[in-house]
T-cell receptor
């Protein structure tokens, strides 16, 4: 089955700098790649997603890139702010499997 | 919040006792899921449902059973709770009837401690 690896497990950046989180997936049939943000004690919430027919998607300070050949995708956060501190999860969906497989998560800390 | 309610939100139970967690949705979604979240493991799928009485196993289904007798309710049962089942349990729904490849939304979570 699908396997998703996420790196790094922890990331600390200075406020205003950029943060990048990377994920790799194993099944070339995967075609949907969402990112979730989870604040302490809260539910994971979708922040951005990308499908395999596009290579990049942006939403204000957040962008996701996808490299289907290499089977990896990345989350980019620019001009980081304290409220960006959270755990971020990537995920991949296998066509026809009706389920998401998640990475292990990255704890992002923004230092003022 | 996609109309998802989980109950109970917090529970402490003893080893060997049965426990049932309930997920209730108000928007008639076909696909429902149960995930557990543990440090270092991310979110792992326990079971999911693609319709009334239609369920399938996820990657960590051992020790868990599920039932879906109505569209709006998806129950997760631990027949005999063990300490390894101490976790945060999230119910989720998929907004599309296609399930895979479409966004899922999570409930608020149920914190279960087995002592």
């Amino acid at each position: 089955g699908e396997n998703v690896e996420q790196h790094p497990s922890t990331l600390s950046v200075q406020e205003g700098d950029s943060a990048v989180i990377k994920c790799t997936y194993s099944d070339s049939a995967s075609n949907y790649f969402p990112w979730y943000k989870q604040e302490l004690g809260k539910r994971p919430q979708l922040i951005i997603d990308i499908r395999s027919n596009v290579g990049e998607k942006k939403d204000q300070r957040i962008a996701v890139t996808l490299n289907k050949t290499a089977k990896h995708f990345s989350l980019h956060i620019t001009e980081t702010q304290p409220e960006d501190s959270a755990v971020y999860f990537c995920a991949a969906s296998i066509t026809g499997a009706q389920k998401l497989v998640f990475g292990q998560g990255t704890r992002l800390t923004i230092n003022p | 919040d996609a109309g998802i309610t989980q109950s109970p939100r917090h529970k402490v139970t003893e080893t060997g006792t049965p426990v049932t967690l309930r997920c209730h949705q108000t928007e008639n979604h076909r696909y429902m899921y149960w995930y557990r979240q543990d440090p270092g493991h991310g979110l792992r799928l326990i079971h999911y449902s693609y319709g009334v009485k239609d369920t399938d196993k996820g990657e960590v289904s051992d020790g868990y059973s599920v039932s879906r007798s109505k569209t709006e309710d998806f129950l997760l049962t631990l027949e005999s709770a063990t300490s390894s089942q101490t976790s945060v349990y999230f119910c989720a729904i998929s907004e599309s009837n296609q399930g895979s490849g479409n966004t899922i939304y999570f409930g608020e979570g149920s914190w279960l401690t087995v002592v």
